[in-house]
């Protein structure tokens, strides 16, 4: 048996010489990629590759050949892994190859969508060489077109905006130079304050975009929105909108009003009861300095808020000869002295010099937002309190209050 097994062992090796040999590659181009068209203006690069067998020894070169009406290029493709620039580049041809990795049989050329100046049919015949010798050739037919803008099919968006809610629309379009040419769409609001949102892609001809309450932020009634759909080259196209906007009035919170003494031995302020009428201490000498706090909310966010104001006037003052000063919700380093910036909370400071007469007096704050509507006025009553007796051995004028840093002294109780 196993004389058997050795004699027909030269028998299967003689087989197996005779198999095809699975590694064996005939020089030959297997395929080539280009887009499906060249847009006239397209920003963006054009990568052509090919993909060649080159078994054998030799200087092998890839050549497109490109020919269309009264024009004609070649244009060489290296499989270099992008290094090495062409020292002599054909038109529209970028110096360095844009190939991904050397020595893999594909062969790459990037070209600037205006390599060629005519439109129409461009026929691209890749030779596949060896030592100068043509050894294989593919052929393929690309049009070079104008580019088109595109074209809005549909835009589906509500036309009521109530105060506070959001605002979302869909809008389904169409490029004729291919989806591959859109840029992200837009929403635009023009007049007054010019804003606009971006889109997000939900499928090949799908976009949607959502607006907060911002939308409505400076606006009421009747607002024309403009969808905008972008190519590439520069190109829109516009559907508009109409959308009934919402606006009420900004909110004052007077249950969180809060009011502050500055105490010059601890060099911070300590809290001042808010309750329903306001006990201010009057100083013995110089001035107390005081930081008031409310916030204030819009429906239509911060953005719609024009601007919050107080004042503190004799009850006898008419209300149109009330001195009022603004509030800010700017922070620290801005005149209202705010502590905190963009939380919402409006913020003043003032001053009770120690001879202001004694009065009734009430503070106020107001707002208003970006289309003239007030928010409800709030008012406290004002009393002042008699200034606490100096210690023994004191004098009046020797208890002066440090003063905040960057306290405006200029506003005071009027």
């Known amino acids: 048996m196993r004389l058997w097994l050795l004699a027909a062992l030269p028998l299967f090796w003689s087989c197996a010489d005779n198999l095809p040999d699975s590694q064996s590659q005939t020089p030959e181009l297997v395929r080539v990629e280009t887009p499906a068209q060249f847009v006239e203006g397209w920003a963006t690069t054009l990568e052509i590759r090919a993909l060649a067998q080159t078994p054998e020894e030799g200087d092998w070169a890839l050549v497109m050949q490109v020919e269309a009406n009264g024009f004609q290029e070649d244009y060489l493709l290296r499989d270099d892994g992008n290094h090495g620039a062409l020292g ?37 015949r890749f030779s596949l060489r060896r030592d100068g010798v043509e050894v294989d050739f593919r052929q393929v037919t690309r049009d070079r077109v104008e580019n088109r803008a595109p074209e809005i099919i549909e835009v589906v968006a509500p036309d009521l905006l109530p105060s506070g809610g959001s605002f979302s629309a869909s809008l389904r379009v169409y490029d004729p130079n291919g989806q591959e040419d859109l840029l992200p769409a837009q929403l635009r609001q023009s007049g007054g304050v010019m804003r606009s949102w971006t889109f997000t892609q939900d499928g090949d001809s799908l976009w949607s975009v959502t607006v907060g309450p911002e939308l409505a932020a400076g606006r009421q009634g009747l607002d ?36 502050w003494i500055w105490d010059s031995v601890q060099e911070g302020f300590i809290p001042v009861t808010p309750v329903d009428t306001l006990r201010l201490q009057m100083p013995a000498s110089d001035a107390a300095f005081f930081h008031l706090a409310l916030p204030i909310a819009d429906a239509q966010t911060a953005a719609d808020l024009a601007w919050a104001q107080w004042s503190i006037a004799r009850v006898t003052t008419p209300l149109d000869q009330v001195v009022w000063y603004e509030m800010d919700d700017l922070g620290p380093d801005h005149e209202a002295g ?20 004694i009065a009734d007096r009430v503070l106020r704050i107001r707002a208003l937002d970006q289309v003239g509507q007030p928010s409800t006025m709030a008012e406290w009553p004002v009393r002042q309190l008699p200034a606490a007796v100096p210690p023994r051995g004191g004098a009046m004028s020797d208890i002066t209050p440090g003063r905040p840093r960057g306290f405006n002294a200029e506003r005071a109780v009027q």
């Open 88 to 124: 002599e580049p054909a038109p529209g041809q970028e110096t360095l190859s844009g190939d991904n990795v050397a020595g893999d049989g594909w062969f790459t050329t990037r070209l600037s969508a205006d390599f060629s100046p005519v439109l129409g049919a461009h026929t691209l």
């Open 224 to 259: 024309t929105l403009e969808v905008v759909a972008l190519d590439r080259v520069g190109h829109e196209s516009v559907r508009q909108v109409v959308v009934d906007l919402e606006n009420t009035p900004p909110v004052l919170d007077t249950a969180a009003f809060g009011l």
């Open 338 to 357: 705010d502590w905190v910036a963009d939380d919402g909370v409006w913020s003043g400071a003032f001053q009770l010099p120690w001879d202001s007469p």
